[in-house]
């Protein structure tokens, strides 16, 4: 840990922007990193708000004392024509599911909603830090896109000023920043250089630190080449077999890191918790320590 | 026989089923590849807009909506792979079906067709099992491999042959079928107040693009309910085959064993269960054998030693932990579950893919 990350308990990961969204593929951890993001944010005081988007129930196990809002595309809709005075009709017409309809004359709709809605807690001023658990890679950016695809769409209009407003948002560094997560393994990290390249030119917006889950970090057993295992058995040749295996695997691993810190400047690691399942302990333990962490 | 070398070597169609990030598309080729090893013809459908077939099939110049041949050797089977085109597929259902190639050029061409074709939810799943039905029926093959989409509810698969004919009895839909039902004219449908509403949301010049484009669909519901019968059909076939794809991490096996059950409730069943990516064990010994031995080497001062025994008991203490978790989460389903270890360096060619072969075409 360097100097100048004296900040980093009020300021996780070093974020300053308002609004966080955590992106990458699935099973990476975007869950885990959302919480963790959290949890530090609101140890330093800051007032959070958690946001999720799939209605799985993980962050409000994971974060009990923190809140917790569950958006979908059809209660934002809801909420949309109600705030632009379809009160009597709009609670049916998302009950009968005409959003799928909506969202295929508008694609996108759906998604801008939701955007439009998070932009309205972000401008309510209620929280110091809004951490969005985001779609996966491939749905992420085609969510962050879909503002600058319907404002060509549909021009002026609800919608129109709805993907303005959202736009803006999205292209402030100070309000919006997008926190990316990977694993430290090849295909993770392809789709990572390639999220992130989308996100850059095709949102046009600030690309935060990247954090690389589940870093094993170690100890690196001794080369089983030079360790002196006394007399040959099942067991030595198992525990000779073992280190090489976790030294290749740490080799792969710091070779995936290489390429990250390449792209991205250091990145941040999150060590991997050799447990079945995450516990709220975890999370806290992670949140203590996200910058401790220096390469093997 | 292995259970799955059994479902390689007899059925029709395989799909692979699960979460994203678990090596759904590996499992995928290396099932695909293993087949055409004895002596199948086989063609691999991925649905994946990134190039991780293409990579794991060691081919440089990428997938296509067409099947190619790959250069494996395989004795007299053969190895196809091809790219979902879900635009181009859905382009073709509809010329199969329209009455006129008039009314084809005029679905086709109209911007509400369009987004439905790219952007409807659902729609990526129900060209999958387009693809799968037209190429089940090419004499080309005898076995297809469908890699099917990463879903957040990867049930969304086997409704998907349903999805247009839902979205086609769907309200909205009848409203605007009603003027041309009732000869009445555009105007009429922008006084029912669910139009009026959507023209409001989205603009008029939406909705009537909307109007036009289910109007121009009038006549072809019935073709399109009949396909949907022959793929739903085709997907409880006795020589279909599920093959359900998970990592060991927690979250992964909730999603396959909730797959799982979905599956079997609707009669499908699981033929078997990869667990791909599972730490090896090394040997037969436990946690705590390896941990007294480190133990000991620390005592006496042999630091080297005592690190080689630690590391030993650390990675059986997460292979553990993992067995622990799939028998716990995937136990009740009864389907057998194949494991698949971690590597020492992650896959990337042909190569490697007989690697994860050899795990699993033979009994462990």
């Known amino acids: 840990m360097s100097d100048g990350d004296v900040e980093t308990n009020s300021n996780p990961l070093g974020i300053t922007s308002n609004l966080v969204v955590v992106a990458g593929k699935g099973g990476v951890g975007k869950t885990t990193v959302t919480a963790v993001l959290a949890r530090a944010a609101a140890d330093a005081g800051r007032r959070v708000l958690v946001i999720e988007l799939d209605g799985k129930p993980t962050l409000d196990e994971w974060l009990p004392d923190v809140e917790v809002r569950h958006i979908s595309a059809a ?179 710091a070779a995936e890191i290489g390429r990250v810190d390449e792209a991205f400047g250091d990145a941040v690691r999150l060590p991997w918790r050799r447990v079945a399942r995450l516990t709220v302990d975890d999370i806290a333990a992670l949140a203590a320590t996200p910058e401790s962490e220096t390469p093997a | 026989m292995s259970a799955l070398a059994d479902v390689v070597g007899r059925s029709s169609v395989i799909v692979c089923c699960g979460s994203g990030g678990v090596g759904k598309t590996t499992t995928a080729a290396a099932l695909g590849l293993e087949a055409a090893r004895t002596g199948r013809r086989v063609v691999v459908v991925t649905i994946d807009p990134a190039r991780r077939l293409a990579d794991a099939l060691g081919l440089a110049g990428g997938l296509t909506g067409e099947p190619q041949q790959l250069p494996v050797e395989a004795g007299d089977g053969e190895l196809w792979a091809m790219m979902l085109d879900a635009p181009a597929m859905f382009e073709r259902v509809v010329r199969s079906n329209a009455t006129d190639a008039d009314q084809a050029d005029r679905i086709v061409a109209n911007a509400f067709y369009r987004n439905m074709a790219t952007a409807l939810s659902g729609t990526q799943e129900y060209m999958a099992s387009e693809a799968l039905y037209e190429l089940h029926t090419d004499e080309r093959f005898d076995l297809v491999v469908v890699d099917t989409p990463p879903s957040r509810n990867a049930i969304e698969f086997l409704e998907a042959p349903g999805v247009l004919a839902r979205f086609l009895d769907h309200k909205a839909f009848k409203l605007m079928m009603l003027p041309t039902r009732t000869g009445l004219k555009m105007f009429s449908a922008a006084t029912q107040p669910m139009l009026r509403l959507i023209g409001k ?143 020492p360096t992650d896959v990337h060619d042909l190569d490697s893919l007989a690697h994860i072969g050899r795990h699993l075409f033979t009994d462990g």
């Open chain 1, 75 to 253: 209660s934002s809709l809801e909420e949309y024509l109600l705030e632009h005075g379809f009160g009597r009709i709009a609670k049916r017409l998302t009950k009968t599911g005409v959003i799928e309809v909506i969202g295929t004359a508008a694609p996108g709709i759906d998604d801008l909603v939701v955007l439009g809605k998070i932009k309205q807690l972000e401008r309510s001023g209620e929280w110091d830090l809004i951490v969005v658990d985001g779609p996966a890679a491939g749905h992420a950016v085609t969510f962050l896109t879909t503002p600058a695809g319907l404002r060509n769409a549909v021009s002026g209009g609800p919608v129109g000023e709805q993907a303005d407003d959202v736009l803006a948002m999205l292209a402030d560094p100070m309000r919006c920043s997008i926190v990316l997560v990977t694993l430290p393994e090849s295909t993770p990290v392809n789709e990572l250089l390639e999220t992130a390249d989308a996100i850059r030119t095709r949102v046009g917006a600030e690309l935060g630190p990247v954090v690389v889950n589940r870093v094993d970090d170690g100890p690196v057993p001794p080369d089983p080449d030079e360790v002196d295992v006394g007399r040959a058995t099942v067991q030595v040749d198992d525990a000779r077999a073992a280190a090489a295996f976790r030294r290749a695997r740490l080799d792969e691993q």
């Open chain 2, 201 to 343: 949301v989205v603009g008029s010049d939406v909705l009537s693009d909307a109007v036009a484009f289910f109007q121009a669909f009038a006549g072809m519901e019935v073709g399109f309910r009949e396909r949907a019968d022959a793929v739903a059909t085709l997907l409880r076939a006795p020589d279909t085959e599920f093959v359900l794809v998970t990592s060991p991490q927690h979250d992964a096996l909730v999603e396959a064993a909730w797959f799982a059950d979905q599956l079997t409730s609707r009669g499908y069943g699981v033929s078997t269960t990869v667990v791909n990516r599972v730490h090896p064990r090394f040997g037969v010994g436990t946690v705590a054998d390896a941990r007294t031995r480190a133990d000991k080497a620390a005592a006496s001062g042999r630091e080297q030693l005592a690190a080689t025994w630690a590391n030993l008991a650390d990675l059986r203490a997460v292979a553990d932990l993992e067995r622990a978790e799939v028998d716990d989460l995937l136990g009740h389903t009864g389907s057998p579950v194949v494991e698949v270890p971690l590597l």
